[in-house]
């Protein structure tokens, strides 16, 4: 089977950086998907980690460890439009894609 | 870039009629996914399709069917459209399944 849990809301300050988690337990794992969607619109892909370690794309960095089946997506510089919700996706056995319910950030002057 | 449309941003329909919602992409890409998105809930995978003509059950296909009798489209049917169907529909697809998945603008149906 396949479980995703990602915290609900954030609240951070423009400038500052914000860590969202992502914790999972998938069958067959093979990948971790970042993706970002803005209020009313489709989700879009951030990044895609397959192995342990820190993937840095600009200022959103994802961070992934497999035996302890946990993942990351940092951050920096936070921006206004960065107000969003943040899905954290697994891909398990067969290919299969599950999808947490998101962490929607709300990023505040 | 990607593109993936679908046919309508709101829908509004009355319990037990048929809905159609189509979506198309411009990519050639082989497959393509149905997901409802629900507040709390997430994306939940409805069907998808890997090739024309093929499709597979997702983790939610009660009360929907698909059809891809083109490879750039594939369209999500409710055969008798009821009141807890209403939600953000998005479509989407990809070149292999081990690829990013490519969103279109989601579809917010209301049945009334």
């Known amino acids: 089977g396949q479980n995703i849990d990602q915290p609900t809301e954030m609240t951070a300050t423009e400038g500052a950086i914000v860590q969202i988690n992502c914790t999972y337990q998938t069958s067959g794992f093979n990948g971790l998907f970042w993706y970002q969607q803005h209020a009313g619109e489709a989700p879009t892909f951030l990044s895609y980690n397959v192995l342990d370690g820190l993937e840095e794309k600009g200022r959103f960095s994802s961070f992934l460890s497999r035996s302890k089946g946990y993942s990351y997506l940092l951050l920096k510089e936070l921006q206004m439009k960065d107000s969003a919700s943040y899905l954290c996706?697994?891909?398990?056995?067969?290919?299969?894609?599950?999808f947490g319910i998101g962490t929607k950030l709300q990023v505040i002057p | 870039d990607v593109k993936v449309t679908q046919s309508s941003r709101y829908l509004v329909k009355r319990t037990g009629e048929k809905v159609f919602l189509e979506c198309v992409q411009d990519m050639d890409h082989e497959n393509m996914f149905w997901y409802r998105q629900d507040p709390g809930l997430g994306l939940r995978l409805i069907y998808f399709?890997?090739?024309?003509?093929?499709?597979e059950k997702g983790d939610i296909p009660e009360g929907y069917s698909v059809s891809r009798e083109k490879k750039e489209r594939f369209s999500l049917i409710l055969e008798s459209a009821s009141t807890n169907q209403t939600s953000m529909y998005l479509c989407a697809s990809n070149l292999g399944l081990k690829e990013t998945q490519y969103f279109g603008p989601g579809t917010r149906l209301l049945v009334l």
């Open positions: 996706a697994s891909r398990g056995g067969y290919q299969k894609v599950t």
């Open positions: 399709s890997y090739d024309v003509k093929m499709k």
